[in-house]
């Protein structure tokens, strides 16, 4: 089985973020980077599935951005994938950008399956898998916690609104993995020292031209001060008063 598996290199949720001069971009001094976490449940996946698929399988990682980005492909390579395509760009790309550029690399592979996290944590868009897979003329789910193979199809099962939902897929298929869809393992020493041999092949990305642009960056309002508008029911009335003309919420 051919796998591939597509990463997002992106700040450390813990990272305190700082918005730069141009009010468009963050300031990346002192910001840690790391593998995308809906990222590891597609990295973990794909590595399940080719234990069990066993022989000659394989798993490609594949990532959109600049030299950095191979932090987060040697990450992937440690836990077990076999090598790594850095499709190079420099400059931010959109949602449409990034999947044009992966499409075309897949399209010159024959990738049983690829995976992806269901979105990335710093912009949180959710729409790569869906456009990668609409690239390719691929069969699609995303938000899944639970997947099984039978015999050519995928029985994916998607968390959806108040519950979730079973669909079958035929293959190729892309699949957007949601935390749940497994427990992602922690990368041996071995895999560690391994990783370092292991290739990560560089090449131009497509050129795709961005349809949407971040106009501008700011922090939200600083939290006021609270009020205290009395200890009994007598206090109701003006709080009524205030959240329909002050707050505006009612």
Same mark, same amino acid.
């Given at each position: 089985?051919?796998i $591939? ?23 990346? $001094?002192g ?15 794909a590595?399940?599935?080719?234990e ?6 394989k ?7 600049g ?8 990450k ?14 420099d400059?931010?790309r ?13 399209k010159?592979?024959?990738f049983?399956?690829?995976?992806c ?17 609409e ?9 899944v ?34 935390k ?20 990560i ?9 961005n ?5 501008k960056m ?10 205290i508008?009395g200890?009994? $029911?007598? $206090?109701?009335?003006?709080l ?9 919420v009612?």
């Amino acid at each position: 089985m051919n796998i $591939a598996v597509c990463v997002s290199h992106v700040p450390d949720t813990a990272t305190k973020i700082k918005i730069g001069d141009d009010n468009k971009t963050i300031n990346k $001094a002192g910001v840690t980077y790391i593998i995308n976490p809906y990222d590891e449940f597609a990295v973990e996946e794909a590595l399940t599935w080719k234990e069990k698929a066993g022989g000659d399988s394989k798993i490609t990682i594949l990532s959109v951005g600049g030299d950095s980005n191979k932090e987060t492909i040697r990450k992937a390579l440690a836990m077990g994938a076999d090598d790594g395509i850095l499709l190079k760009d420099d400059n931010p790309r959109d949602s449409m950008g990034i999947a044009k550029a992966l499409s075309k690399e897949i399209k010159s592979h024959k990738f049983d399956v690829v995976f992806c996290g269901k979105q990335s944590v710093d912009y949180d868009a959710g729409a790569v898998p869906q456009m990668l897979a609409e690239f390719l003329d691929y069969s699609c789910a995303t938000v899944v916690v639970a997947l099984k193979m039978d015999g050519n199809k995928i029985i994916a099962e998607r968390e959806v609104e108040g519950g979730r939902e079973v669909v079958e897929l035929e293959l190729p298929a892309v699949i957007g993995a949601q935390k749940g869809l497994n427990e992602p393992r922690y990368a041996s020493l071995k895999g560690i020292m391994s990783a370092k041999k292991k290739t990560i092949e560089e090449k131009p990305a497509a050129q795709a031209e961005n349809l949407s642009e971040i106009i501008k960056m700011y922090s939200p309002p600083a939290k006021q001060s609270g009020r205290i508008l009395g200890t009994d $029911a007598s $206090a109701v009335p003006e709080l009524v008063r205030l959240l329909r003309e002050e707050a505006k919420v009612i």
